[in-house]
């Protein structure tokens, strides 16, 4: 029966002593993989960022291993990727008590922009511009270049295209924004015609994104000159001067 015993002993201190031994690399392993998560999510916050302090006193370098992930080829997830950005731009013709006037090019998106960083979680408004330049750009461009002529122009153009007749959809909704913006900046003025446009943006390369380098936009593209749309009564001008009004302090 004491040999019983001691064999049991021997057995339990026999297991704990190995569960120790084995325990102690498992921990070891654990650390180790750890820290090593803790340093690429560092890399891949610090490769993705403007150029700051800390990538100066790290070293980008030593996250070069990151470069299969950080490098990889998202055509396969998006065969016709986006290279470029599209920016609404309008310049408003108004009259005021100084009498008529033209403004210069005001661009939208950018307004937006600000809301976004300024308000996270800003309302619909906060995109609008964006969706609105981008539709507007991809049904001009539908168009022949003789119907581009005749919209920027504003000759007689044959509305039983149905590119024509998708365009002047997608133009009349952005010509209501810009009616908005229009009467927001200049406010008290009455808005006689509306100038729209498109300003395209090269993407900054992928090799160039931690230089601090910006995006090479051209010349506005002149869409021509439209009268102002009038607005749906579910539209509120008061309310869009609200949340709009502060982002144009400089057009004021």
């Known amino acids: 029966m004491h040999e019983t015993q001691d064999r049991s002993s021997d057995t339990s201190a026999q297991s704990r002593s190995t569960a120790t031994a084995t325990s102690v690399p498992q921990r070891i392993i654990t650390w180790l993989l750890v820290a090593f998560l803790a340093w690429s999510s560092l890399g891949v916050i610090l490769t993705s960022t403007k150029p700051n302090v800390l990538q100066d006193a790290i070293g980008l370098e030593k996250f070069d291993y990151l470069s299969p992930l950080l490098d990889q080829n998202w ?10 950005s599209t920016d609404l731009v309008v310049r408003i013709h108004y009259t005021d008590a100084d009498g008529s006037e033209v403004s210069d090019w005001v661009n939208t998106s950018e307004a937006e922009r600000a809301l976004q960083l300024n308000r996270p979680g800003a309302t619909r408004l906060a995109r609008l511009s964006s969706q609105l330049a981008n539709d507007l750009r991809a049904a001009y461009r539908a168009l022949t270049p003789e119907q581009q002529a005749a919209i920027r122009t504003g000759t007689g153009v044959d509305t039983s295209d149905a590119n024509v007749r998708a365009y002047f959809t997608i133009e009349t909704r952005t010509l209501r924004y810009a ?61 869009f001067a609200e949340v709009y009004a502060d982002l144009f302090q400089e057009e004021r």
């Open 75 to 84: 055509g396969v997830f998006a065969p016709s990727i986006n290279t470029s």
């Open 179 to 239: 009616t908005l913006v229009g009467s927001t900046i200049h406010s008290g003025a009455n808005v006689d015609a509306v100038d729209l446009g498109l300003r395209i943006c090269s993407s900054v390369p992928f090799e160039q994104r931690n230089t601090g380098a910006d995006p090479t936009c051209d010349e506005p593209i002149s869409l021509g000159t439209k009268r102002p749309a009038e607005l749906p009564a579910s539209q509120s001008q008061e309310r």
